[in-house]
C-alpha cells in the first residue's frame, strides 16, 4: 500500500472498517446506502490514464461524500508488479478528508474475488500521512544565446521533482537529462543557433506545478518574453525507443516541423502528431505558445510510473540516446530557422 500525495493520515491506531467494493463513481452513487462507515475500494480496470486517475485524484472526496470512513483504489497502472503506485489527490472545499491510499492491482483484485464469494473483508488502515510546511525549491535554467535574435527563445525540459518511494528515473530524471544533454550536445558542436536555447527543470510538478507557474510569471513579468518563446518541449513520459513528437500549435507550424522530422526518418524517430504537450509547458502553451512532448514507446511507462521500481537500471542506454538526439535535432533546427516558427 501506498499513501497518496495530499492525503490525511489515520488516527495512532488506524482505522479498522468493512470494505465496500464499487467499480466506478456511478456504482459508488448506487450503493450510497451502503458507505456509511465502511472504507471504499475503487477497483476500477486502467483504461487511459486521463480516465482511470480520476479515481486517484477525486476518490477520496466521492466517498466522504456517502460517509465513508476511508478509500483505497487499485494503483494507476497498465502492469502491476506487486508494486503500488502514489501520485497527487485532492479535497473538495467542504467535503470531510478522509484517508486515501493506492494498493497494489494484485491486493486490489484479490479483495474483490473475496467479495464476489460472499465474503466480509475488513482493513486495517495506518498511515502516518501529513502535509508540512511548503519549503523553497528552485527551478533550473541553462542556455545557449543565439547569434542572431538572442531574445527568441526555444525551451525545452522536463520535472526536476519525483515522488519519494522510487528515484524518478523515468519520471521525469530521464527526460531532464535528456533535455541537458541535447543542450550540451549542440554546444559542443560550436555552431550557436540563431536563436536562443534554453533548458528549465522545473520544481514542484509532481503537486501543484509551482515551477511551471512560476517560470510563466517569470516570463511574463521580470523577462518580459513570452511574445518571443518561439517553442515549449517537454520530455515526460520516460526515455523509452522514441517516436517523434505531439505538437500543438497552428497549420503552418506543423508544416516546417514535419519537415524537420524527415531528417529523423532513418532513425524512426521524426514523427510529427498533431495534439500534444506536457503539464510543465502547459501554461506557456495556454498562453499562446506552440507546445511539443516527446513521444517514445511507452507501452512499459506505467509499469514503474509512481513506484520504488522507476530506479535508473530501467533506463535503457541506446534509447536514452536517440531521445537526446531527437530532441537536439529538433531544437536546433527550429532555433536556427530563417524565418520565425509561426503561432
Known amino acids: 500500500m501506498a499513501s497518496l500525495g495530499g492525503s490525511v493520515g489515520t488516527p495512532k491506531d488506524g482505522i479498522t472498517a468493512e470494505v465496500l467494493l464499487v467499480k466506478s463513481f456511478e456504482d459508488l452513487e448506487s450503493k450510497s446506502a451502503e458507505a456509511k462507515g465502511k472504507i471504499v475500494l475503487f477497483n476500477v480496470p486502467f483504461t487511459t490514464y486521463g480516465q482511470t486517475v480520476q479515481y486517484r485524484v477525486n476518490g477520496a472526496s466521492a466517498a466522504s461524500k456517502h460517509g465513508a470512513v476511508a478509500s483505497v483504489l487499485a494503483s494507476v497502472a497498465s502492469y502491476s508488479m506487486q508494486t503500488p503506485h502514489t501520485g497527487t489527490m485532492s479535497y473538495e472545499e467542504g467535503v470531510k478528508k478522509i484517508p486515501h491510499a493506492a494498493l497494489t492491482v494484485e491486493d486490489a483484485n484479490l479483495i474483490e474475488r473475496f467479495i464476489k464469494r460472499g465474503e466480509t473483508v475488513t482493513l486495517t488502515l495506518k498511515m502516518e500521512a501529513k502535509n508540512l510546511p511548503d519549503a523553497q525549491s528552485r527551478n533550473v535554467i541553462a542556455e545557449i544565446t543565439g547569434s542572431e535574435f538572442p531574445e527568441e527563445i526555444i525551451v525545452m525540459g522536463g520535472h526536476i521533482d519525483a515522488w519519494d ?36 527543470l522545473w520544481t514542484n510538478e509532481e503537486n501543484g506545478l509551482r515551477g511551471a507557474n ?32 505531439g505538437f500543438s500549435g497552428s497549420d503552418d507550424a506543423y508544416k516546417i516541423l514535419s519537415e524537420i522530422g524527415e531528417l529523423l526518418k532513418p532513425a524512426d524517430s521524426g514523427e510529427v502528431r498533431k495534439g500534444g504537450g506536457g503539464a510543465d509547458i502547459g501554461p506557456l502553451m495556454r498562453n499562446g505558445v ?4 516527446l513521444n517514445v514507446d511507452g507501452s512499459k511507462y506505467f509499469w514503474f510510473h509512481h513506484t520504488a521500481v522507476d530506479t535508473i537500471d530501467k533506463l535503457n542506454i541506446d534509447d536514452f540516446n536517440e531521445c537526446v538526439a531527437t530532441m537536439a535535432v529538433f531544437a536546433y533546427a527550429v532555433a536556427d530557422l530563417d524565418v520565425r516558427l509561426p503561432r
Open 290 to 293: 506552440p507546445g511539443m512532448g
Open 214 to 245: 512560476e517560470y510563466l510569471r517569470w516570463v511574463q513579468e521580470d523577462e518580459k518574453s513570452l511574445d518571443n518563446h518561439i517553442l515549449a518541449m517537454e520530455s515526460d513520459a520516460g526515455v523509452f525507443d522514441p517516436i517523434g513528437f
Open 165 to 200: 518511494n522510487g528515484h524518478g528515473a523515468m519520471d521525469d530524471g530521464g527526460g531532464c537529462v535528456a533535455a541537458w544533454e541535447a543542450l550540451r550536445l549542440i554546444k559542443e558542436t560550436g555552431v550557436r543557433p540563431k536563436r536562443t536555447i534554453r533548458v528549465v
